[in-house]
């Protein structure tokens, strides 16, 4: 082992000839110059595995920065909300209008009796009526005052859908976005409205989900007038309504049907905390 490591006895070494003295030599000139430069050696090896793992951190830290990024243009989604200016309110409650009389005529031709048409007097009323339910129920967001969530009235959602009320979490890691849409039955009491704006909301989900990832809460509130029909069809709506919303299975959504005085007093920590 010794020889193979080009190390002898005096005695052997001085017994060799010239040129095999030389190859010992060599040797071990070679074995000493490996042994002094193992310490640069080992420190050149480990700030070469340092440089190593700080390209690695680099690269990992401009990765995550581009994630993070990307997870912050998502989850900021819901605040490139539009409020709408008062006109545009104004042309969605006559909208809103104009589609509840269409279906209770619409109805009302089908059973044989003539339509009433309704004088522009009455259809601004049915507006005024409209806007103002939506307005009490946002007031009653803005009184309560939940420091989780930031409320808006009447926004356009990316410029395809509008929402009577969006409540956009500060936390958005913890708490999903709340859209509460508000529906006033004036007229008649009606499933196609019903039908029509549950369609709505799950559209503008699932545009929401597709864009972000996020899946909003749903909260469909239906105010009906105490007058606009007998106690029995008022129960036979409500159990319709009910029925009709137990073959969809949607994920964060909740309805309310209630009636102008449960309106006035609805407690509005059963949507917000």
């Given at each position: ?17 010239q ?10 000139s070679?074995?000493?110059?490996v042994?002094?430069a ?11 595995g ?9 690269k990992?830290k401009?990765?995550?920065?581009g ?16 409020q709408?200016d ?6 969605k409650a006559e909208m809103e ?25 009455e259809?601004?009323?049915?507006k005024s ?5 939506e ?45 509460v849409?508000?529906?006033y039955l004036q007229?008649k ?33 239906m ?12 129960r036979?709506?409500k ?8 073959q ?19 407690n ?6």
């Amino acid at each position: 082992m010794k020889q193979e490591l080009g190390i002898i006895s005096s005695a052997d070494y001085n017994d060799l000839i010239q040129s095999s003295r030389d190859l010992v030599d060599n040797r071990i000139s070679l074995n000493l110059i490996v042994i002094k430069a193992l310490p640069f050696i080992s420190i050149g090896l480990f700030l070469f595995g340092c440089l190593l793992i700080f390209i690695g951190f680099r690269k990992w830290k401009k990765k995550q920065d581009g994630i993070d990024e990307t997870d912050g243009i998502k989850l900021e989604l819901l605040r490139a909300t539009k409020q709408l200016d008062s006109e545009e309110i104004d042309e969605k409650a006559e909208m809103e209008v104009q589609e509840e009389i269409q279906e209770s005529t619409s109805n009302e031709k089908t059973k044989d009796e003539k339509p009433k048409v309704k004088s522009k007097e009455e259809i601004e009323k049915l507006k005024s009526n409209l806007i103002g339910m939506e307005k009490l129920f946002y007031d009653k967001i803005i009184e309560f005052n939940s420091f989780a969530y930031e409320p808006k009235a009447n926004v356009k959602i990316d410029d395809k859908f509008e929402a009577d009320i969006v409540l956009t979490p500060n936390n958005k890691r913890k708490n999903p976005d709340i859209i509460v849409e508000v529906k006033y039955l004036q007229t008649k009491l009606n499933m196609d409205i019903v039908k029509k704006s549950f369609s709505a909301l799950v559209k503008m989900r699932n545009h929401i989900y597709n864009s972000s990832k996020r899946s909003p809460t749903l909260i469909l509130i239906m105010v009906y007038r105490s007058d606009i029909g007998k106690a029995e069809e008022i129960r036979r709506f409500k159990n319709g309504v009910v029925e009709y919303f137990s073959q969809f299975s949607v994920g964060n959504f909740r309805h309310f049907i209630l009636n102008e005085q449960e309106a006035e007093n609805f407690n509005i920590n059963t949507i917000v905390k």
